[in-house]
Structures are given as structure tokens and as C-alpha cells.
């Protein structure tokens, strides 16, 4: 049964052979490192006016920059106090962001379609049923490859808005490639035979 997508979306004789969302390792290193950047200059700047432990060479960084806007040592280390707080939690709302964007989104491979499913309460899908592509392409950095993850892209008839798109940060996508592929070559899952009618009776 499916996890991550809708289960009742799925139709009769449909079976999910993988659903998956993007790694968090595409989504969340970037906010991560700006928040930790940030909140240590925070805290480096900080220090003075809170009779907190100070980093020297910080500390002469700051007073050289009020030597040249002429200013006091504490007011500018008050102003930069007030720019890295801000900073702080402009990193906050991008990593909740991309939180959101990573939960929201959920990309599956049936043996008849290729589905993205998004929101949160409310779920939008759009599709590509597997007889329409008619390629899957995959693109991965030397970095992407070391980490296990890379962006796809399903080629489809019909100029479909779902096929035009690039799927980024997909896990293990060589293997996301190969599903989709032996899903579109494989035949269509055949019809119950008929229930044998009864015999007239003699």
C-alpha cells in the first residue's frame, strides 16, 4: 500500500511499484549552512553588549568597520546585531520553505502512469499514463553522484505540462529511470476473463 500518495488514487488492476519523495539532501544544506553562517556572527557580534566571551579578531573586524562609518563600537555593534537577527530569521522562513516543498511533493511510478502529487491538505495530481513517454532522461553532477541523487526528466506525447518539467533532488533516479521505462514497455495488465454463463437448462 502506498506511504507517501493518496491510496485511493490509485485504479483498479493499478499497483505502485515506487513512490519517493525529493532527498532532503537537495532541499535542506543550502538554509542549514546560512542559518549556522548567520547565527554564529550573531552571536560573535553580540557578545559585547551582553558581557558574553568575544572573538578578537571579530571584535577588531567591527571596529575598524566603525572606524570607517564613523561610528561608536556599540553602535555599530548594536546595528549589527539587529541586521544578523534579521538575517537569522529570514533563514528560518526558507528553511520552513523548503520544509513545506519537501513534504508537499511526491512523485510515483505505477504500472500504467507516472504520477507527482502535491499539497499538504489539499492534494493536486497530474500524470502521464506510461504508454505516452517516450523517454526518461537523467542528469547528475559529480557532487549529486557522490550524494545518491539527481534530477529526472519524463519525456511525453502530447507536449504534456507534467513532461516539460525537471523533477529535481530524485533518490537513486537510474533506478527511478529503469521503472518508468519497464512500466512503458510492459503490457497493459489484461482484462478478467468473463464469468462462463450458465448452461440452458434440459
Known amino acids: 500500500m ?16 515506487q513512490e519517493t519523495r525529493a532527498t ?3 532541499y535542506f544544506p543550502g538554509p542549514i549552512l546560512w542559518l549556522v553562517i548567520t547565527g554564529l556572527l550573531l552571536l ?16 577588531n573586524v567591527l571596529t575598524t568597520l566603525a572606524g570607517w562609518f564613523h ?20 533563514g528560518l522562513i526558507r528553511l520552513l520553505v523548503r520544509y513545506l516543498r519537501w513534504i508537499s511533493t511526491v512523485y510515483a511510478v505505477t504500472n500504467r502512469r507516472v504520477i507527482v502529487q502535491k499539497g499538504i491538505l489539499g ?9 505516452q513517454v517516450r523517454g526518461v532522461d537523467v542528469h547528475q553532477s559529480f557532487g549529486q553522484r557522490i550524494l545518491g541523487y539527481g534530477t529526472v526528466r519524463v519525456s511525453s506525447e502530447g507536449g504534456s505540462r507534467l513532461g516539460n518539467e525537471d523533477w529535481l533532488g530524485i533518490p ?8 518508468i521505462e519497464n512500466a512503458a514497455q510492459a ?3 489484461s482484462a478478467p476473463a468473463p464469468w462462463p454463463a450458465a448452461s440452458p437448462p434440459h
Open 2 to 17: 502506498p506511504k507517501l500518495l493518496k491510496a485511493t488514487y490509485l485504479a483498479d488492476q493499478e499497483f505502485l511499484l
Open 24 to 26: 532532503a539532501l537537495f
Open 44 to 59: 560573535f557580534t553580540a557578545a559585547p553588549l551582553y558581557g558574553l566571551p568575544q572573538i578578537p579578531a571579530w571584535t
Open 71 to 90: 561610528l561608536s563600537d556599540h553602535t555599530l555593534e548594536t546595528y549589527a546585531t539587529g541586521l544578523f537577527l534579521l538575517l537569522v530569521f529570514l
Open 123 to 131: 492534494k493536486d495530481f497530474d500524470e502521464i499514463p506510461v504508454v
Open 172 to 179: 537513486k533516479p537510474f533506478r527511478f529511470q529503469k521503472l
Open 187 to 189: 503490457p497493459p495488465p
